[in-house]
């Protein structure tokens, strides 16, 4: 073999690299690849877990990529052999796709030390759920002046023409769907008072977002008052000065777990699992908790306060009491049917 | 023409032809490009169509059967062709003058005309879109005009419907239809219209007898375009129509991330590039009836 002066350069330059990245001498095949969500969520993420994880592990090289959960599950399920993400966050609809596709290791549950710290709800084998987002009733105070109690409040003949919601596509339309079949003797198995109760609500319809970013955009243009809103959504336009604010329907708030999955086949799969253990630890989700992150904990060791515990709960035993979960796994198998409904039903 | 003979057509017409060499071969990268990321995912989302269910198991015409079975599906697809007919409408009936005014004036007066035609190119759709959200709103500058001017009592519905989502398509999509009509006008001989002037047509007969039927090819092609691109306008269709309004782009694109049903979504991906396409030769056959009508 014969050296050329481009090998001795790379040579040279890989031998440079691992001296300035120790990281790389953790036997790291390439940086642990951390799929998080787009947005403020990366933003938490980097600034938070992050550098608890390099911390724990000696400085260990990862990489945030940050898209939907339905793009982790395409691009690894497209590699199953060789996934180019170690790390995928899930909702619970894709997390039911994720472990029926069986692309996710289970979490070594016997080998962490938060694990059991979490909240029975976010304690799942497959991948434990590093934190909650909550659906309640958003509002505009300057406009709406006495804060909304309950879903039945959209009906109030004062808002016309002042309700926004988002079509079935998202989480959050589903899920609002599904809660005002619950509130009206409905379910996930049945979902017609629901479209029964969206009839009613047509003449104090403003908007059908086509997705949950526009729709919190509205009540920055003045286009609506009142709408199903994600908690964390309508925080980042508060952080702006949007006049908005978040309540709680008296039926319960309704909450979604994020789950943290190792891809399977991953070849980080330890670095994989201090990466959830970090997102695990309590101090982590402290930190996320407070401004200007405001992240619903899972763990029970975490203290409420500020914004979540005003606004979601004061404590675990409140939220407990007052998170409302919905059954995805029949949602999941009834959803195109309900969608192509909304389609050809809901008409503004 | 006809007192041309055929031997004094062909003669000098071949011996003009520049030989065909190897120039040819300096295509090959472009086609070889074409052929890895345009033709091979065609084929790969027609193949995709054929798929009797939604896990891919079993082939068959069922998609397509499903499709023109339901009369819901014909309405999104006859909505959005239409949709595209307004637009492309509307940018002609305001792009038209815009271009005419454009080869009328000075050259200063030309490039501030130009740069307010292409500034918009110069930003992105999604800005351009929002732009149209600020516009449109219940708080927006329209209403807030009405409103102050006493010829509304309450904040009109502007956003999320079709009104104001043509408005902006028209808006959106301008440069693509005065592009064209500017080359087309500009080549277009003065000379022409003085001297039906002369003879004594006045300024509307000289226009619908002169300048449009010249000016023909360039409408052809600004049409072509604006329709193209105001019917898959993915972004400004939903952003300003908003989640209750269907058109064929998001009904794609539900079907593909939502609702994970690849062949239904490719099924309707083939019908409305097809329906597109038609429309687009459509506008062709009009583009060369224009010409004998022109030559005539």
């Known amino acids: 073999m014969t050296l050329d002066r481009r090998q001795i350069l790379a040579a040279g330059l890989t031998l440079g690299a691992m001296s300035l990245f120790p990281g790389m001498s953790w036997a790291q095949a390439r940086k642990l690849v951390f799929a998080t969500f787009t947005g403020s969520w990366e933003e938490a993420h980097r600034d938070v877990i992050v550098p608890h994880f390099r911390k724990a592990t000696g ?30 966050l899930m909702d619970p609809g894709p997390r039911l796709s994720v472990i029926g596709q ?32 909550a659906v309640g009733i958003t509002y505009n105070p300057e406009k709406v002046k006495t804060p909304p109690t309950s879903w039945d409040d959209l009906w109030k003949p004062e808002y016309k023409g002042r309700v926004g919601i988002t079509n079935m596509n998202s989480t959050l339309g589903t899920a609002f769907m599904v809660e005002l079949a619950k509130t009206r003797g409905g379910g996930e198995n049945d979902i017609e008072p629901a479209f029964a109760a969206l009839k ?21 243009q003045g286009q609506i008052d009142i709408s199903p809103g994600n908690f964390n959504a309508i925080q980042i336009l508060r952080a702006r000065g949007v006049p908005v604010e978040f309540a709680k329907p008296k039926t319960g708030t309704i909450a979604f777990l994020t789950t943290a999955h190792i891809t399977k086949n991953s070849p980080n799969a330890k670095l994989a699992a201090a990466l959830i253990e970090s997102a695990m630890a309590p101090e982590v989700q402290t930190k996320l908790m407070q401004a200007p992150f405001y992240v619903i904990p899972t763990n029970a060791k975490v203290q409420m306060d500020g914004d979540i515990a005003r606004m979601i709960a004061k404590d675990q035993e409140e939220l407990k009491a007052s998170f409302v979960f919905h059954d995805w796994s029949v949602i999941n198998q009834n959803r195109a049917g309900w969608i192509e409904r909304f389609n050809k039903e809901i008409k503004v | 023409m006809t007192s041309i003979t055929a031997p004094d ?23 070889a490009f074409f052929a890895v990321f345009f033709v091979t995912p065609l084929l790969l989302l027609v193949a995709v169509s054929l798929y009797a269910d939604a896990e891919m198991t079993r082939f068959g015409l ?27 409408a509307l940018t002609l009936l305001f792009g038209y003058p815009l271009a005419w005014l454009y080869t009328r004036s000075g050259p200063r007066m030309q490039s501030a005309l130009i740069l307010v035609i292409i500034l918009p190119l110069l930003t992105s759709v999604v800005v351009r879109t929002f732009a149209w959200i600020v516009i449109l709103g219940r708080d927006g500058i329209v209403n ?14 502007l956003l999320y419907t079709e009104g104001g989502l043509v408005a902006a398509l ?29 003879l004594g047509a006045g300024p509307w007969r000289g226009f619908l007898k002169v300048t449009l039927p010249l000016s023909l090819p360039g409408i052809v092609a600004g049409c072509l375009l604006t329709y193209a691109a105001a019917v898959t306008a993915f972004i400004t269709q939903s952003l300003v129509g908003g989640g209750q309004m269907l058109f064929m782009p998001q009904y794609i694109y539900q079907q593909t991330i939502t609702l994970h049903n690849w062949p239904f979504a490719a099924a309707i991906s083939i019908v409305f590039m097809v329906s597109v396409l038609g429309v687009v030769m459509l506008f062709n056959l009009l583009g060369r009836a224009s010409k004998g009508y022109v030559h005539a």
């Open chain 2, 62 to 88: 069922d998609q397509y059967i499903r499709f023109f079975g339901d009369t819901f599906n014909l309405a999104v697809l006859g909505s959005t062709l239409l949709l595209g007919v307004k637009v492309t």
């Open chain 2, 144 to 157: 807030n005009l009405l409103l102050s001017l006493g010829l509304a009592e309450a904040p009109l519905r």
């Open chain 1, 102 to 133: 069986d692309l996710a290791a289970p979490f070594p549950v016997a080998d962490s030390k938060n694990y059991q710290d979490l909240l029975p709800v976010a304690q799942l084998p497959e991948g434990p759920g590093i934190f909650f987002q």
């Open chain 2, 9 to 31: 057509l062909t003669g000098p017409a071949t011996a003009a032809r520049p030989r065909i060499g190897r120039e040819w071969t300096l295509a090959l990268p472009l086609a």
């Open chain 1, 200 to 220: 009613e609500l047509q003449p104090n319809l403003g908007a059908v977002a086509p997705n949950p970013g526009a729709l919190a955009t509205l009540f920055q």
């Open chain 1, 59 to 88: 400085n260990a090289d990862i990489a945030l990529d940050p898209m939907l959960s339905v793009d982790m599950i395409a691009k690894v399920s497209a590699a199953k052999a060789n996934p180019p993400i170690d790390v995928m």
């Open chain 2, 170 to 198: 028209v808006q959106v999509q301008m440069p693509l239809m005065v592009l064209p009509l500017i080359t087309t006008l500009s080549r277009l001989d003065p000379n022409l219209l003085d001297a039906s002037a002369a």
